[in-house]
């Protein structure tokens, strides 16, 4: 557990360590505590060697409720340098999840708004239950979905974010898993199995593979075909062939056992 005891943290078997939003007395909203503990937790067991997986779940009925919102006011009425500050802190950490070299995660119950859609958005994998809801009320608060905006676009489409940030409507959790932002519904009793056991699939690619994976997901996922993408893709295979991890992993394979990183 961190110092502040907002994200619980817990390592388990095989690498998968899970970080748990805990600040259900709030619906676990988005303050500056909140997210400085999560920006710490994902800073150092993103860069651990013995980190596999990380599972992102939350305590209490909500997910996450997005930005506190008397923070937010008091924000806008104060300094600007201060302002800029706090934006930039919920960018940065959104930025860090996304850019996470280990595979990550996302156990979702109960309702996601705002920030909180963010977050599951930069998440690589998503799990949720039949109450789980997504809601992005900014244009009702007079505000704009803009530090989460390439994450959840880049899950949910263009389009479709332009029906539910403009309307601010709430979509249910079979709406969510139609428009990519869920990618699997489970029953709330199974959702902590259910994460579990994509967590082990997931530790059972290379490390280094895993994380040069998802650096070429980034990399091309808004690319058209190309003679220079086609180029650079093939540099890219060729050098992840030679590494000694793909070199063990084939041999693995050909002699029909576990590579190392799974003894």
Not at 95 to 107: E, F, V
Not at 126 to 131: H, Q
Not at 163 to 184: I, K, N, P
Request: contains cysteine.
């Amino acid at each position: 557990m961190n110092e502040t005891g907002l994200v619980l943290e817990s390592v388990l078997a095989d690498g998968i360590v899970q970080l748990m939003l805990n600040r259900p007395e709030h619906r676990n909203a988005l303050d500056k505590a909140l997210m400085q503990a999560l920006q710490h937790a994902l800073a150092h067991h993103g860069s651990a060697p013995t980190t596999r997986v990380i599972v992102l779940s939350a305590s209490g009925s909500t997910f996450c409720a997005g930005a506190d919102l008397s923070a937010m006011r008091a924000l806008g009425a104060g300094d600007l340098t201060e302002n800029l500050t706090e934006a930039t802190r919920l960018a940065q950490l959104l930025l860090t999840l996304h850019d996470c070299p280990k595979p990550t995660i996302a156990l979702v119950q109960g309702p996601v708004v705002g920030g909180g859609a963010g977050l599951v958005s930069a998440c690589d994998i998503a799990i949720g239950t039949p109450s789980a809801t997504f809601r992005f009320p900014e244009v009702r608060l007079g505000l704009i979905p803009a530090t989460i905006s390439p994450y959840v676009i880049a899950a949910m489409g263009a389009r479709r974010a332009h029906r539910y940030w403009l309307t601010g409507e709430l979509m249910s959790a079979e709406q969510a898993a139609t428009c990519g932002l869920l990618h699997e519904l489970v029953a709330e009793t199974h959702l902590h199995a259910q994460g579990l056991a994509f967590a082990h699939e997931l530790s059972r690619g290379g490390p280094e593979a895993l994380a040069a994976c998802k650096r070429l997901l980034h990399q091309v996922a808004y690319e058209s075909p190309s003679a220079a993408l086609a180029a650079h893709t093939a540099e890219l295979l060729a050098h992840r062939r030679a590494t000694p991890e793909a070199q063990e992993g084939l041999l693995a394979g050909i002699e029909r056992r576990k590579p190392t990183w799974r003894t």
